[in-house]
């Protein structure tokens, strides 16, 4: 199995793993030949990339952090929660302070979220992490533009709840930040259409009125379970940055590290939220969700390192390079440099993961320095000092 870009799919090419509608129905199915139809279909949606099955590569298989099975039950529900709260919403002044007003006061909307519910998926998340003893998320994200609010509220979710365990977060810690992230952008469903716009894309006046959703996810917690004030912190406060630039209150970070037995310090970001906005930045860039442009890993993470310490709790950035694949499994890579000069302008697909090294992947090379093809071979970039690779997507 190997990912690849959209446009370079070809009719006959068979799909390596299953893909979901904007409803988290069955759309195809692992195994499924592509026709014309289909491929027009998946450009529709708004696929970018996807997996395909290849013979000379059938043993490259990324590993799943939660199954297909796990992933659709907790996606159905979210839609669903995300469908409700939306019709709910859309029947709501669109002024910031008389919607705010209302959420705050109208009983008739408190519960717009079945918590129950919400706890489920997060046990259901957990519960797959912890029993395969996953660390890494090594696959390409693949996803569809449309019912993309539901999929990131789930990826954010998954990739908090590994962060979290790299700093010995418990089961009850990992719930709570695991439902954080799947309702931390909740609110946006007040927004009506402009939920579905990109950043660049804002005019801004909308950009500003964007900043209102975390208030309004923080609310819309509030009044499903007055209790949750752990989470309803989180949720407020992912968007708020270490050197008080964020929102919506301006918060400073200390820049310490995210462990548990930290207590919350008044008036300053709250640890779980310094987690959930590294998860949620990390995903809207790989996504293209921030701009239109979905970053390589080893892009969008070195974005956020060059804003350690401003933007994000330089702790967490370092947790985040443990917990993402730069070159994710059944990708393709070109070597740019090594220390010892071997494989220079080779291409190969990456076999294996470094989990100690991450920019040293096992790679099964089949292109030399020419792009002609070769027999495959297996290279194992852990007895290189040095290695620097490109992605190719």
Known sequence: MRAVRLESVKVGDILGTSLFNSQSELMLAAGYT?????????????????????????????LEVVTETVRKTVAQRMTGTFNSVEEQLSKLPQSPIQLKKRLTEDVGLFNLVPMGEVEDSVNNLIGEILEKNVTLLSAIPVKSTSGRLYQHAIDTAVLAILIGQQF??????????????LLHDIGKMALGELADKHRNEMT??????????????????????????????????????????????????????????????PGYIFRHAEILAVANAYDNLVSGEEDGTSHTPQSAVSS??????????????????????FYPTGSEVRVLNTFSGEWVGYRGIVKEANVVEYAKPVVLMTHDDDNIPIEPEEVDFRGERAVYLELIL
């Open 34 to 62: 592509l026709t014309e139809e289909t491929i027009q279909l998946l450009r529709k949606h708004g696929f970018k990339q996807i997996y395909i099955r290849d013979d000379e590569f059938a043993n490259l298989k990324p």
């Open 168 to 181: 010995k977060y418990g089961f009850p810690e990992l719930q709570s930040l695991g439902t954080s992230a």
């Open 204 to 265: 801004f006046q909308e950009r500003w009125l964007m900043r209102e959703h975390s208030t309004y996810s923080m609310l819309i917690l509030k009044g499903s379970d007055p209790h949750s004030y752990i989470e309803q912190q989180t949720v407020l406060q992912h968007h708020e940055r270490p050197d008080g630039r964020g929102y919506p209150q301006g918060m400073r970070g200390l820049n310490v590290a995210p462990l548990k037995q930290r207590a919350a310090e």
């Open 304 to 325: 956020m390192v060059s804003l350690a310490g401003q933007a994000y709790n330089p702790h967490i950035l370092r947790a985040l390079t443990k917990a993402v694949q």
